[in-house]
């Protein structure tokens, strides 16, 4: 398990996901269905791809409803095709109904994420190069959009503002140039007495030269540069610091920029532009039974 994830944000995530969703209460449910129903529905794989959150799906059924049967079929990062089932939950046909949209919402999106990593990866596969997620993800979605990358293959890069240092070109240009983030960066550490990595981005060769002068870094991104470019900025580099390539980069460009050699490649696309995957959760019929 990351760093990231423990029961403890797990529960906090599903409380606020059911307080979203259910409020007073699921009345479709109440209405239309007998409060002691059994039931038992399968979770359906629709499309091809990685499946992610089945793990997360049987924590949220236990949540709602401890007295939930869940058999899980297959295993988070497994590839899967159309037909396949994931799982199989049994119980009180109430709890399935009310927690059949969060079980969804969540793996639906956190199979497209680890399908679109997976993807990627492969095509690097040759390489040394890390395929890393960043911070454009889904505000309170995050910890399991960067689950679905590690499932999917990939690497996490920071969780979030307060566990790395990042200094990026707006910080640069309000401090003043690369000298100045920097130094001021350790001056802040060595007061809070804090202990962190740090990164600093870099726009073009000369900013890496600037970089390379005043030192005291742990990564240099290479942001919004080409392949090219690159090559000479790892070989400039030379092993002092590890090199991160950033910058709209994607499946058309990403085996260039794997192949000039950075040890990182971190790209947004992995959690803001993916397509979900098409799963479903299809009741399977019952004798009608009578409820006093």
Same mark, same amino acid.
């Given at each position: 398990?990351?760093?990231?994830?423990?029961?403890?944000?797990?529960?906090?995530?599903?409380?606020?996901?059911? $307080?979203?969703?259910?409020?007073?209460?699921? /009345?479709?449910?109440?209405?239309? +269905?007998?409060?002691?129903?059994?039931? %038992?529905?399968? $979770?359906?794989?629709?499309?091809?791809?990685?499946?992610?959150?089945?793990?997360?799906?049987?924590?949220?059924?236990?949540? !709602?409803?401890?007295?939930?049967?869940?058999? $899980?079929?297959?295993?988070?990062?497994?590839?899967?095709?159309?037909?396949?089932?994931?799982?199989?939950?049994?119980?009180?046909?109430?709890?399935?109904? #009310?927690?059949?949209?969060?079980?969804?919402?969540?793996?639906?999106?956190? %199979?497209?994420?680890?399908?679109?990593?997976?993807?990627?990866?492969?095509?690097?596969?040759? #390489?040394?190069?890390?395929?890393?997620?960043?911070?454009?993800?889904?505000?309170?979605?995050?910890?399991?959009?960067?689950?679905?990358? %590690?499932?999917?293959?990939?690497?996490?890069?920071?969780?979030?503002? !307060?566990?790395?240092?990042?200094?990026?070109?707006? /910080?640069?240009?309000?401090?003043?140039?690369?000298?100045?983030?920097?130094?001021? #960066?350790?001056? !802040?550490?060595?007061?809070?007495?804090?202990?962190?990595?740090?990164?600093?981005?870099?726009?073009? $060769?000369?900013?890496?030269?600037?970089?390379?002068?005043?030192?005291?870094?742990?990564?240099?991104?290479?942001?919004?540069?080409?392949?090219?470019?690159?090559?000479?900025?790892?070989?400039?580099?030379?092993?002092?610091?590890?090199?991160?390539? %950033?910058?709209?980069?994607?499946? #058309?460009?990403? +085996?260039?920029?794997?192949?000039?050699? +950075?040890?990182?490649?971190?790209?947004?696309?992995?959690?803001?532009? +993916?397509?979900?995957?098409?799963?479903?959760?299809?009741?399977?019929?019952?004798?009608?039974?009578?409820?006093?």
């Amino acid at each position: 398990m990351q760093d990231y994830l423990n029961q403890e944000s797990l529960q906090k995530f599903i409380q606020a996901a059911f $307080l979203e969703d259910v409020g007073e209460g699921d /009345h479709s449910t109440l209405a239309a +269905v007998p409060s002691g129903q059994q039931g %038992s529905a399968n $979770l359906l794989i629709k499309e091809a791809g990685v499946i992610a959150g089945l793990e997360l799906a049987k924590t949220i059924f236990h949540y !709602y409803d401890p007295d939930l049967q869940v058999q $899980l079929l297959l295993k988070d990062g497994q590839s899967v095709k159309a037909g396949e089932t994931g799982l199989i939950v049994s119980g009180k046909a109430a709890s399935i109904l #009310t927690t059949e949209r969060l079980v969804l919402n969540c793996m639906q999106r956190m %199979s497209g994420i680890a399908t679109k990593t997976k993807q990627l990866n492969d095509l690097i596969a040759h #390489t040394g190069a890390k395929l890393l997620d960043t911070r454009k993800t889904t505000p309170n979605f995050r910890m399991l959009e960067k689950w679905a990358v %590690s499932i999917g293959g990939g690497k996490n890069h920071r969780f979030a503002l !307060y566990d790395m240092i990042m200094l990026k070109d707006n /910080h640069i240009d309000f401090a003043g140039g690369i000298p100045q983030a920097i130094k001021s #960066t350790h001056a !802040y550490l060595k007061k809070q007495q804090l202990n962190l990595k740090i990164e600093i981005e870099t726009r073009s $060769l000369e900013e890496v030269q600037l970089v390379l002068d005043q030192g005291g870094v742990d990564i240099i991104m290479l942001d919004n540069m080409d392949p090219a470019t690159m090559m000479k900025a790892v070989k400039m580099i030379d092993g002092q610091y590890e090199t991160e390539a %950033s910058g709209g980069i994607d499946e #058309t460009t990403i +085996v260039a920029v794997a192949e000039s050699g +950075v040890d990182f490649i971190s790209v947004g696309a992995l959690t803001h532009q +993916v397509k979900s995957m098409d799963i479903s959760l299809k009741a399977l019929k019952h004798p009608q039974q009578t409820v006093s």
